[in-house]
């Protein structure tokens, strides 16, 4: 920065970086949030940081949050840069794009996924159907100790595989896994998945151009097809080949592994808290007994709901949420946030604030009740970010969780060799997600 820029910009508080490697140094490599909360101690909810020579913008605590990513929705609509999805997509596609492309992809997505999920099949009817194979699955296990993280994956894979190729695959299904190997390479900066799914895609596509019934789409690909051949003569449109590769590709890598590790993460809690458990499950069998669990009973399901709403808190799944970006200077509280700055919405500080939750670092899902045990909203509650740029798959999420949780409640109680006390709840993080340890659970039919 030249004294003249410094003058001219009024950049938020931090603390005072070293040349080249920043703050880099003062970060708690396990845990980078906790650092960033540490920092906001001293400098209070909007902090610069430089990670490297990046500069970094951190937003801390729910007002800081919200105000900029509700009340100045448009300022902090950019996305900073996710390198391997960079790799992996080539910067199309709905997650990591801007401007133009970024807002008719995602209101694209938005309105595709609304269709399906009030469509003749809908998606509510595709996650009944899977939480049944779901338990199938489980039984086989005959209450005999196993891991459930890789077949959790599988069931909610099999979500995203309806929403976008419009059928399920069966677990064992060599096509399937090799698919999931490609987008657990992907999260894991391996390899180049643009070229494999390359080989994959363009016979899955090019399928659905013979059968498909511009009518009556039957998934997100026919839909986005129907778009494309509608756009054929605009040499700008966003509908091509490429942005309908990675985008499937985005659903698929945001989509499997929050939803099914957060699922995961509520076995673990519902062994640690066997009380919880049974208060759920007499719940659940006083209100719908054995009928497959709809949206519309989660309603009559107050305890449920609020434990599914603590889970979420609890875990924190995206402590970082994913970067947002200036995509021009930002005039904020009295501060300007310059042009290409990465801005971090600290998801971590606004699920776990003093201030917000009574007790933030005790699994409670009294957070979620009043006083009459019926359900109480916390607009503190940001698992899936907020504003222009927040989850676009959160209502797909929440159906998933409740209808496989409350499934798999109806069918099984878990527990595990060890007993409540073996079961570690503190996540590892990775990169850029809370992960919940693995661990081996019994199911036993009810
Ligand atoms: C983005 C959380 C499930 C699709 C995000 C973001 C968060 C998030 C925090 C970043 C928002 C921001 O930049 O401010 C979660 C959690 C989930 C979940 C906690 C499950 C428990 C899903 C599912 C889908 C999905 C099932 C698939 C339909 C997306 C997409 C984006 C996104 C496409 C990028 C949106 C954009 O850049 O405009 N998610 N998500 N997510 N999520 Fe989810």
């Not at 509908?239 to 590790?261: K, P």
Request: aromatic letters at 12%; proline letters at 7%; one cysteine or more.
């Amino acid at each position: 920065f030249s004294v003249k820029n410094r003058r001219k910009y009024r950049l938020p508080p931090g603390p005072y970086a070293l040349p080249l490697v920043g703050n880099l140094p003062q970060l708690d490599k396990n845990a980078p949030f906790k650092s960033f909360l540490k920092f906001s101690e001293t400098y209070g909810p909007v902090i610069t940081v430089y990670l490297g020579w990046q500069r970094v913008v951190v937003l801390v605590g729910y007002d800081a949050v919200k105000e900029a990513l509700v009340d100045h929705a448009d300022d902090f609509i950019g996305r900073g840069p996710l390198p391997f999805l960079m790799r992996a997509t080539n910067g199309y596609g709905l997650g990591i794009s801007n401007g133009e492309r970024w807002r008719q992809l995602r209101r694209f997505t938005l309105t595709t996924l609304r269709d399906f999920g009030m469509g003749r099949k809908g998606m509510e009817q595709w996650i009944q159907e899977e939480s049944q194979h779901l338990r199938d699955r489980v039984k086989t296990f005959k209450a005999k100790p196993f891991d459930p993280s890789f077949l959790l994956s599988l069931s909610v894979s099999n979500v995203i595989c309806c929403l976008v190729f419009g059928q399920r695959f069966k677990y064992e299904d060599e096509k399937f896994l090799s698919l999931l190997q490609i987008i657990t390479n992907t999260l894991r900066f391996a390899s180049s998945p643009w070229g494999q799914m390359y080989n994959i895609f363009p016979r899955i596509i090019q399928e659905h151009k013979e059968t498909m019934d511009p009518s009556s789409p039957r998934d997100f690909i026919d839909s986005f097809l129907i778009r494309s051949n509608k756009e054929k003569d605009i040499p700008s449109t966003e509908f091509h080949h490429e942005n309908l590769v990675s985008t499937v590709l985005n659903l698929f890598l945001a989509g499997t592994e929050t939803t099914s590790s957060t699922i995961r993460y509520a076995l673990s809690l519902f062994i640690k808290y066997p009380d919880i458990q049974e208060k759920m499950q007499h719940e659940i069998d006083t209100v719908i007994g054995q009928s497959c669990p709809r949206m519309e009973n989660r309603k009559s399901l107050p305890f449920t709901d609020a434990v599914i709403h603590e889970v979420q808190r609890f875990l924190d799944i995206v402590p970082f949420s994913l970067p947002h970006y200036a995509l021009h200077d930002i005039s904020f509280r009295g501060y300007t946030i310059p042009k290409d700055t990465v801005i971090i919405p600290l998801l971590h500080s606004v699920l776990k604030e003093e201030k917000h939750w009574e007790t933030p670092w005790t699994f409670n899902p009294k957070h979620f009740l009043d006083h009459n045990d019926n359900f109480k909203k916390n607009p503190s509650f940001m698992p899936f970010s907020a504003g222009k740029r927040a989850c676009a798959g959160e209502s797909l999420a929440r159906m998933e969780l409740f209808i496989f949780l409350v499934s798999l409640l109806q069918n099984f109680t878990f527990s595990c060799t060890g007993g409540p006390d073996t079961i570690n709840l503190n996540p590892e993080f990775s990169s850029f997600g809370n992960l919940p340890r693995s661990s081996e659970i019994i199911a036993t039919p009810r």
